[in-house]
């Protein structure tokens, strides 16, 4: 099945720092999506993309679809410690299968103050 | 609801028994998913609902799982005769129709001793 390559899988960095991260995958996306996911909740969205070579902001939040429409990139600038959790990349397909979205492994953020 | 709400928040159970898990979706959306998180992985598909039509079973991981919504509104996962490995955060999300992002709930932490 569709599989999709996060990282990385964790950072450690300090508050005011930017932060990047990424997902590539070996099959096409035509939608591509970031969550975060607080300790004990479940994810919720950041940031959709719909269109290949999209770049998109929500705040302090970037997020571009790749050319290729096989990968998509998160950058966070000037971290605050309530940036720390755990950040999901998800593609969402075509065809028969375009109502389910593949995961990454997430990218797990400590921000120390 | 306002939100996608499932129950129990946590549940631990001994191997062998048969656990059911709720989810409650957001009033009006008609899809609603289960996917499966296990410690340090991403977000595993599991089963799909839309409106009246027959379910996507594809990501159920063995036929010990099973799931049903009723009236097109609660939706019930079964796991019987659970097993160690079946220990994870069972997350249900729900969407109105065709639109892009679910709406996570926060889960049910399953623990099997």
């Known amino acids: 099945g569709q599989q999709l390559n996060q990282s990385p899988q964790s950072m450690f960095i300090q508050e005011g720092e930017d932060v990047s991260m990424n997902c590539t995958s070996s099959?096409?996306?035509?939608?591509w999506l970031w969550y975060k996911q607080d300790p004990g909740e479940g994810p919720v969205l950041l940031i959709a993309?719909?269109?290949?070579?999209e770049l998109t902001s929500n705040g302090r939040l970037t997020a571009q679809f790749g050319i290729t429409r096989k990968d998509s990139f998160l950058n966070i600038s000037a971290s605050i410690p309530s940036d720390v959790g755990i950040y999901f990349c998800?593609?969402?397909?075509?065809?028969?299968?375009?109502?389910?979205?593949?995961f990454g492994k997430g990218t797990l953020l400590t921000v120390n103050p | 609801g306002a939100g996608v709400s499932q129950s129990p928040s946590n549940k631990v159970t001994e191997k062998g028994k048969d656990v059911e898990l709720r989810c409650d979706p957001i009033?009006?959306?008609?899809?609603l998913y289960w996917y499966r998180q296990s410690l340090g992985q991403g977000l595993e598909f599991l089963i799909y609902f839309q409106g009246n039509s027959a379910p996507d079973k594809s990501g159920l991981p063995s036929d010990r799982f099973s799931a049903e919504r009723t009236g097109g509104s609660v939706s019930t996962l079964t796991i019987q005769r659970t097993q160690q490995e079946d220990s994870a955060v069972y997350l249900c999300a729900s969407r109105p129709g065709q639109a892009y992002g679910y709406t996570f709930g926060s889960g049910t932490r399953l623990t099997v001793v």
């Open positions: 009033s009006g959306h008609t899809a």
């Open positions: 998800a593609g969402q397909g075509s065809g028969g299968s375009n109502y389910k979205l593949t």
């Open positions: 099959s096409i996306f035509n939608t």
């Open positions: 993309l719909y269109k290949a070579g």
